[in-house]
C-alpha cells in the first residue's frame, strides 16, 4: 500500500502531510500531549518508548532530534504524528538509515500511539508517509520493522502497509515481565511499493 503525501522542507526538517496528520518534528508545545501519552498505563507504550513523562526526560530524547538533517541518512529519527482535527501529537514515526555504502542504503521504520486514538488508521496514514518518504527521497532500498510476537497490532499493521514477514527469532528478546519473547521482523522493497503504488492510480 503506497503512501499519499505531501512532503514540505523547513528549517526544523520536512513536514510529512496526509489527509488527516502531519508528520513532523518535534515542538516544545508537544511537551503537555506527550506527557499525557507517555503517563498511560499501557504496556505497548511503555515497552516502545522508556521515557519518563516528564519536560526533561522529553526534551532530552526529541529536543536533539531537531538538529537533525532528514535527508542526510539518519540513524533515527523520531518524528510526532500530529492529528489536524485534534490540534496535537499523539503518538511518533521513526525512521533509520544504514548505509552498506554509496548506493545501497537500508531504512528501518518503528511507531508508537496513544491508545485513546489507536483503531482509527492513523499509526497506518502515518506510517505510509514515512514509507514513502523514504524510498522517493532517501535512496532505499528496503525498509524493515521488527515486533514484539505478542503486538498483534503492530504487526497486522506491518501486513497492511504491505509487508512481509521475513523472520520470527525465537526468544530474541525479554518482554515487560523481563522473560525472553519471540519476535518478527517485516519488510517491504523498493520494486514492491512502487508496484503497490502503480496498482493504486
Known amino acids: 500500500m503506497a503512501a499519499v503525501y505531501k512532503l514540505e522542507k523547513t528549517k526544523c526538517g520536512i513536514r510529512l502531510i496526509t489527509d488527516r496528520l502531519v508528520v513532523r518534528p ?9 506527557i499525557e501519552y507517555l ?20 526534551e532530552a530524547y526529541w529536543g536533539p532530534m531537531r538538529d537533525i538533517d532528514p535527508f542526510a541518512d539518519p ?8 492529528v489536524k482535527a485534534e490540534g496535537k501529537a499523539v503518538g511518533n514515526v521513526g525512521y533509520g538509515i544504514t548505509v552498506i555504502n554509496e548506493t545501497h542504503k ?3 521504520i518503528g ?3 496513544s491508545p485513546d486514538f489507536r483503531g482509527r488508521g492513523f499509526a497506518t496514514e502515518a506510517a505510509q508517509a514515512v514509507l514513502g518518504f523514504q524510498f522517493d527521497h532517501l535512496g532505499v532500498n528496503r525498509v524493515s520493522a521488527r515486533t514484539g510476537i505478542a503486538n498483534r497490532r503492530s504487526w497486522r499493521l506491518m501486513e497492511r502497509l504491505g509487508m512481509r514477514r521475513e523472520a520470527h527469532f525465537r526468544r530474541s528478546h525479554t518482554n515487560l ?3 525472553w519473547d519471540d519476535e518478527f521482523i517485516f519488510a517491504v522493497l523498493k520494486s ?6 502503480r496498482e493504486a492510480i
Open 26 to 34: 518535534f515542538e516544545s508545545s508537544d511537551v503537555p500531549a506527550l
Open 39 to 58: 503517563s498511560m498505563d499501557d504496556p505497548m507504550v511503555a515497552r516502545v518508548m522508556r521515557i519518563a513523562p516528564s519536560p526533561e526526560a522529553i
Open 177 to 179: 515481565a523481563g522473560e
Open 106 to 108: 537500508l531504512g528501518q
Open 75 to 82: 540513524q533515527w529519527n523520531s518524528l510526532m504524528i500530529h
Open 111 to 113: 511507531w508508537s500511539l
Open 192 to 197: 514492491e511499493w512502487d508496484s503497490s503504488r
